[in-house]
């Protein structure tokens, strides 16, 4: 378990960035309440109806465990 001022959502912080990366997030309204309009949004998430997807500019259905170390292999290669 994440401590409270480490977390996004209304038990935790508010943050509003430029991207927001959300692996495994579900999209619960608590989770939501804390996105404070980031710039865009991507999203991986292995349920292709998770409400994440309905705020996400990108949503990636994948298993995070695959595709997170992939894209940072790709990242690492630029």
Avoid: W
């Amino acid at each position: 378990m994440v401590e409270h001022n480490r977390q996004v959502g209304t038990t935790g912080q508010s943050v509003a960035p430029k991207l927001y990366v959300a692996c495994g997030i579900s999209g619960a309204i608590q989770h939501l309440a804390g996105m404070k309009k980031p710039e865009f949004i991507i999203a991986v998430n292995t349920d292709k109806d998770a409400p994440i997807g309905e705020v996400a500019d990108v949503l990636v259905v994948a298993d995070l465990k695959q595709f997170v170390p992939t894209l940072t292999e790709k990242l690492r290669a630029l």
